[in-house]
């Protein structure tokens, strides 16, 4: 039987804390390392919803460790080892206030707020006359707050962020650049799988005086892509795109009435919705890397994890 891993409550060697976010629990090791745990957890519109993804974690986890590799050249990055298939494990860095947000093409909640009569997201200017799922002359930067646990992250601009002192000026000009640097080598390996980059996030973080990125990238969870293939016939046609993101599951969300908000119970998730969504990430896995996704021995998952982990840990860090 399939199993997902709903949430973790690992006592590791050297820990120092344990921070459960929507998807991951994060693990301090020392103050030196962090062990982020990539759990079947899947949230919308900043909830978790009730039911685990089974395979959903070891994706993620898989595929934004091949990413971090494959862009390690283009901005330095927080990986040192992956353990486990639901695990990474890496440098504990002092995270930036702000996530950073690439988009490439207006869909998505900006193309919900443009359809609503908005014209300046984050301070980004949009002219009038877009359509949904029209590409931008050239990426543009909506960044949002890095909301506390349990809160919604809100949009904010550049000059919001100087002016609040959550960045410092230098900085911000160097996490603009490795974001866009990213998203161009992203952009380039998508393109290589028939696929569009349309929009992503990276979040990154400070240590020893170097500014590194951190958790994740280039994931369904935090980007959105388009099949190459047939963009241009179903955009002049106002068709929907062929896409490979989690915006299928918020239109899941919004078609039941779902959409976050104070109140709000998400509705119940059926076995074969549940499936459906399993089915969806790995199809995502195989396409962007062009590799078979492995599925790994759900038997035992809590020992399975703490085993390879604990292994590790005793290995690299002495004294533990």
Sequence with gaps: ????????????????????????????????????????????????????????????????????????????????????????????????????????????????????GVREICGVKLPDGMRENQKFPEPVITPTTKAAQGAHDEDISRDEILGKGLVAEADYAVLEKYALNLFRRGTEIAAGRGLILVDTKYEFGRRDGNIYLIDEIHTPDSSRYFYRDGYEERFAKGEPQRQLSKEFVREWLMENGFRGEAGQTAPAMTPDLVESISNRYIELFEQITGEAFVKADTGCLLSRIENNVTAYLSDRLPGL
């Design 1 to 116: 039987m399939k199993k997902a891993l709903a949430r973790t409550e690992y006592k590791f060697p050297g820990q120092v804390s344990v921070y459960h976010g929507k998807v991951r629990d994060v693990y301090n090791i020392r103050d030196e390392a962090l062990v982020m745990v990539a759990t079947d957890r899947i949230s919308a519109f900043d909830v978790v919803l009730p039911e685990g993804i089974p395979y959903k974690g070891q994706m993620l986890n898989q595929l934004a460790a091949k990413f971090l590799d494959a862009t390690a050249d283009v901005c330095p990055n927080w990986k040192q080892a992956v353990p486990d298939p639901m695990v990474t494990v890496g440098l504990r860095c002092e995270a930036f206030p702000v996530e950073m947000i690439v988009r490439a093409y207006l869909c998505g909640s900006a193309w919900r707020a443009y359809r609503n």
